[in-house]
C-alpha cells in the first residue's frame, strides 16, 4: 500500500523510529511473556525487526500470581502532528488524536501523569506524583550501577514522528529519538 510518499515511510520514521506507543516494539516487550526471538511482530508494512528481541518477554520474569492481579486499565496515548500509518491489525490514526488502549497489564506512564505537564496533556497526574512532585521524586536508578538514568514514557513529542518524551536523570522533563537506548519505568495497577 501507499503512504503519503508513495511507498516509503516517512524520513523521520525512516530513519529514527516512530513514537507511536500503540505500534511500539516497547509495548510488546512489556505486554509478553513469550521467550527471546519469539514474541516480536511487526505492527505496519515498515517495521523492521526490533533491535531488543532476543530479550524475554517481560512478563516471563514476573511470578504467576502477581500477573493474575494485574489490571487492564485504559489508557491514553496520542499520535504526533506530522505523520501517522495504519497498523498491521487495522487501526488507523489521525494526527494529534488521543487513542485509548485497554489490552494492556503493563504500560509507560504519560509526562503527565508523573506531573510534567506540557502540551499535550496526556491523562492526569497519578495521586503519587501530585504530592511527589520535585525532579527527585522522579528520578530511576540503574539496578545494576546505582546510577539515575533516563526512562521512556509512552508520549511522543508532537511535532515530529520519532521523538519520544523521556524523563531525565535529574528528573526533568527531556525527549529522544525512538531508537536510542534509555531505560523504562513499567507501570501496573493491581486489581
Given at each position: 500500500p501507499?503512504?503519503?510518499y508513495?511507498?516509503l515511510?516517512h524520513?523521520?520514521?525512516?530513519?529514527?523510529?516512530s513514537?507511536?506507543?500503540?505500534?511500539?516494539?516497547?509495548?510488546?516487550?512489556?505486554?509478553?511473556?513469550?521467550?527471546?526471538?519469539?514474541?516480536?511482530?511487526?505492527?505496519?508494512?515498515?517495521?523492521?525487526?526490533?533491535?531488543?528481541?532476543?530479550?524475554?518477554?517481560?512478563?516471563?520474569?514476573?511470578?504467576?500470581?502477581?500477573?493474575?492481579?494485574?489490571?487492564?486499565?485504559?489508557?491514553?496515548?496520542?499520535?504526533?502532528?506530522l505523520?501517522?500509518?495504519?497498523?498491521?491489525?487495522?487501526?488507523?490514526?489521525?494526527?494529534?488524536?488521543?487513542?485509548k488502549i485497554?489490552?494492556?497489564?503493563v504500560?509507560?506512564l504519560s509526562?503527565?501523569?508523573?506531573g510534567?505537564s506540557?502540551?499535550?496533556n496526556?491523562?492526569?497526574?497519578?495521586?503519587?506524583?501530585?504530592?511527589?512532585?520535585t525532579?527527585?521524586?522522579?528520578?530511576?536508578?540503574r539496578?545494576d550501577?546505582?546510577?539515575a538514568y533516563?526512562?521512556?514514557?509512552?508520549t511522543?513529542?508532537?511535532?515530529?514522528?520519532?521523538?519520544?518524551?523521556?524523563?531525565?536523570?535529574?528528573?526533568?522533563?527531556?525527549?529522544?529519538?525512538?531508537?536510542?537506548?534509555?531505560?523504562?519505568?513499567?507501570?501496573?495497577?493491581?486489581?
Amino acid at each position: 500500500p501507499d503512504s503519503a510518499y508513495g511507498k516509503l515511510n516517512h524520513i523521520h520514521r525512516a530513519r529514527y523510529g516512530s513514537n507511536n506507543y500503540y505500534q511500539s516494539g516497547l509495548r510488546q516487550l512489556l505486554n509478553t511473556d513469550l521467550a527471546a526471538n519469539n514474541w516480536w511482530n511487526p505492527t505496519t508494512i515498515f517495521d523492521r525487526p526490533y533491535g531488543n528481541r532476543t530479550t524475554n518477554g517481560y512478563l516471563r520474569s514476573l511470578n504467576e500470581d502477581f500477573i493474575n492481579v494485574l489490571a487492564t486499565p485504559e489508557i491514553t496515548h496520542i499520535a504526533n502532528n506530522l505523520f501517522e500509518y495504519p497498523s498491521l491489525d487495522g487501526r488507523t490514526f489521525a494526527l494529534n488524536t488521543e487513542y485509548k488502549i485497554n489490552t494492556d497489564k503493563v504500560f509507560l506512564l504519560s509526562h503527565t501523569e508523573v506531573g510534567l505537564s506540557s502540551e499535550p496533556n496526556v491523562g492526569t497526574v497519578l495521586d503519587y506524583y501530585s504530592t511527589h512532585n520535585t525532579n527527585n521524586d522522579r528520578i530511576k536508578y540503574r539496578i545494576d550501577t546505582g546510577n539515575a538514568y533516563y526512562w521512556w514514557f509512552r508520549t511522543p513529542y508532537p511535532s515530529n514522528a520519532y521523538n519520544f518524551r523521556h524523563c531525565n536523570a535529574s528528573g526533568a522533563l527531556s525527549g529522544n529519538v525512538a531508537h536510542n537506548s534509555s531505560g523504562v519505568a513499567p507501570a501496573h495497577i493491581i486489581q
